[in-house]
Each structure stands twice: as structure tokens, then as C-alpha cells.
């Protein structure tokens, strides 16, 4: 099982950016996808999660009304459209997979993470 995000880079306050999540491996869609980030000396933090169907979505209050999560399963992609951003959104996103039904919001409940891809907002 493989996970890829990429899509980070350098923007400008209020520009956007769209993180993507490939994965590979998966014998089935019923797993969560989450995508934390950390920034320099903080701990890691969820921005989005998604259930396996898409049904379910929570975003940090953060990111809320700025973040927009979605997955396609027949492409076995997740995207996080990030738009309106901020110095403080400035960290290494993650995406994440935790196997099952469910929505899970801590990093230990999830089984695979990518490898990280750095977002920077800065003018």
C-alpha cells in the first residue's frame, strides 16, 4: 500500500493551491482519509478527514470555509482544495489512510501516510 501527495509550493497570502493524494494497494475504498499537517515545532494536526464513501467530512475549524476535501474513488484520489490562504496554513501536509467505516480524527488510528508535501504562504 503506497500513499502520494503532492501538489504543495509557495503562494501568496489568499492564493490556492490543491493538494493531491494518490493511492495504491488498497484491496478495497472502505478506509478514512485524513490530511494533517505540521508546522515548524508543532504538533501534527488534522485539517480534513473523510470517510471511505465521502459522506463524512470534518474540517478543523482552522481551515473551515476555506478547505475544500473530496476523493474519488474510481480514481483512488483524494484532493484538498485549499483556497484563501494563509501565512499560519504554512506546514508539510499529509494524507493519511485508517482501514475500515469509520472517521477517525487522531494520527495513531490511521495505517498508511504518505510522505508529506510542503506547503508554504508567504508573501
Known amino acids: 500500500v503506497q500513499l502520494q501527495a503532492s501538489g504543495g509550493g509557495l503562494v501568496r497570502p489568499g492564493g490556492s493551491l490543491r493538494l493531491s493524494c494518490a493511492a495504491s494497494?488498497?484491496?478495497?475504498?472502505?478506509?478514512?482519509i485524513g490530511w494533517f499537517r505540521q508546522a515548524p515545532g508543532k504538533e501534527r494536526e488534522f485539517a480534513a478527514l473523510?470517510?471511505?464513501?465521502?459522506?463524512?467530512?470534518t474540517y478543523a475549524d482552522s481551515v473551515k470555509g476555506r478547505f475544500t476535501f473530496s476523493r474519488d474513488n474510481a480514481k483512488k484520489t483524494a484532493y484538498l482544495q485549499m483556497d484563501s490562504l494563509k501565512p499560519e496554513d504554512t506546514a508539510v501536509y499529509y494524507c493519511a489512510a485508517g482501514l475500515g467505516e469509520g472517521i477517525y480524527y487522531y494520527p495513531s488510528l490511521y495505517d498508511y501516510w504518505g510522505q508529506g508535501t510542503l506547503v508554504t504562504v508567504s508573501s
Open positions: 494497494g488498497f484491496e478495497s475504498d472502505y478506509y478514512a
Open positions: 473523510m470517510d471511505w464513501s465521502g459522506d463524512r467530512t
